[in-house]
């Protein structure tokens, strides 16, 4: 297991196996991301587009639930990617 999934501190030997933590991937690339959550043994959920004019497209700039949230292995994580920002006069 990765660095970046920890598990949660205090939790018993027989369910820590089971609890992890959402890994970190601010700043990633989207094909980082998906690797960082499986390895982590958690399922790549929801792709959110978000236009953003301070994150380069195609940056992973959140996750829901958000980095550090102890969850179930297997759980689905929704990441956010940063899309090309609308005209705001469009």
Do not use: W
């Not at 196996?17 to 970190?24: G, I, L, T, Y």
């Not at 690797?35 to 953003?52: F, N, Q, T």
């Amino acid at each position: 297991m990765c660095r970046s999934c920890r598990v949660a501190p205090g939790v018993s030997a027989s369910v820590r196996n089971e609890v992890v933590a959402v890994p970190e991937t601010c700043g990633d690339d989207e094909h980082v991301v998906l690797m960082k959550l499986r390895r982590c043994g958690l399922v790549p959920g929801e792709r959110i587009l978000e236009p953003s004019r301070s994150v380069s497209q195609g940056t992973v700039f959140g996750t829901i639930p958000s980095a550090g949230t102890e969850v179930a292995r297997g759980q689905s994580v929704a990441y956010v990617v940063a899309d090309e920002p609308q005209d705001a006069t469009a």
